[in-house]
């Protein structure tokens, strides 16, 4: 009897646990058909690629079937954005999708230089894969002009049918007044005209050879390519490096097409740093002797050297230039109250003869 009652409470025990390892895998393929499923909606409810048009080497128009969401074009988050943007042949963007003016949800997206007749696939947000011939065209760039002794821009008219993106997005539209206008989705305009887009210059270069031998990689200079009303994005040397008066330069360009690409070097006078104005603690105004007319802060630092014998670096802020006013904030650091600093410029662009603010 004692070895029966031992052996019913074992068996009993086996089918509990059999019991409970069904259970167990049940819960858990209902669990996963249930993940399956929520994925499966999300990827319905996500915006997809219905056509892509390739419009020159760095830029390519694509139309989704909606808008995409605020996140998905969020320069704050263009790491995140890129990695949606799955390319073979090593191609990525460069940056964010921009909305047309007046379109629903066709986008003007800068990528890296495509190869001509590459055959590329897309796949967004893990979605069903389309495909385009990519295309070595180039932008046509009419001038070539030095601006400052380590800086020059690259000029391009609507007249010969090219046009900034700024000028034909939705993001931009409010600030750029009578330059705004829509094209349709063959990049026409209500006359009929087509024209060639530059999409975003992040993180773009071009070369630049001279007479005497030099080489150099020069970058564009960030939120310059559609100042002051013009089409004139400037590109800047390597620090340090600087255009030698007399020698001639040819700048060349993976992405441009440029007709007048030579321009001879002179010894143009920096920038002349006027005042100082304290703004709060972490930012102040600079002012210059006389209104520039065009975008020569961007880029630009000084350096702050208290009269408590702290130095601090402070940088210009992107388009904050009004005539011959620019904002520069400090990096990471504050000012201290009632602290009288001096400015220098970094890497002489400027000349600043006892130019000084006291701190708020």
Request: net charge positive.
């Amino acid at each position: 009897m004692n070895f029966k009652k031992s052996i019913v409470p074992a068996a009993l025990a086996v089918s509990i646990i059999s019991s409970g390892v069904i259970v167990s895998n049940s819960a858990l393929n209902v669990e996963a058909a249930s993940n399956q499923q929520v994925s499966a909606e999300k990827q319905q409810q996500e915006a997809r690629i219905t056509n892509i048009n390739v419009v020159n080497t760095m830029t390519l128009q694509i139309t989704f079937n909606k808008p995409l969401a605020a996140e998905d074009v969020d320069p704050n988050n263009l790491e995140n954005i890129k990695k949606q943007f799955e390319f073979n042949h090593d191609l990525s963007i460069v940056n964010v999708p921009r909305l047309k003016t007046g379109a629903k949800s066709t986008y003007i997206v800068p990528v890296t230089f495509q190869k001509d007749d590459a055959r590329y696939k897309l796949s967004y947000k893990g979605q069903r894969v389309k495909t385009f011939e990519g295309t070595d065209e180039k932008i046509e760039i009419r001038n070539t002009k030095q601006v400052t002794n380590d800086t020059f821009e690259l000029e391009s008219f609507l007249e010969d049918g090219v046009v900034d993106y700024a000028n034909v997005i939705e993001a931009y539209k409010a600030g750029r007044g009578d330059l705004a206008f829509e094209l349709d989705r063959k990049n026409r305009d209500k006359d009929g005209k087509r024209y060639d887009i530059i999409s975003s210059l992040r993180d773009r270069y071009v070369t630049v050879t001279g007479s005497n031998g030099d080489q150099f990689t020069a970058n564009y200079v960030p939120f310059t390519q559609a100042a002051d009303g013009r089409q004139a994005p400037k590109f800047r040397l390597p620090e340090g490096q600087t255009l030698k008066q007399g020698v001639t330069y040819k700048v060349t360009s993976k992405w441009a097409d440029i007709d007048n690409r030579w321009f001879t070097a002179e010894n143009i006078a920096p920038l002349k740093l006027q005042s100082a104005q304290a703004i709060d603690n972490k930012s102040f105004q600079i002012t210059l002797d006389k209104d520039p007319r065009t975008e020569l802060f961007a880029g630009r630092s000084v350096e702050l050297q208290g009269e408590d014998g702290t130095t601090v670096k402070a940088q210009y802020r992107f388009s904050s230039r009004k005539g011959a006013v620019g904002i520069f904030d400090v990096q990471n650091a504050v000012l201290k109250s009632g602290v009288k600093y001096k400015v220098i410029p970094v890497n002489n662009w400027a000349t600043a003869e006892n130019v000084s603010f006291t701190a708020k």
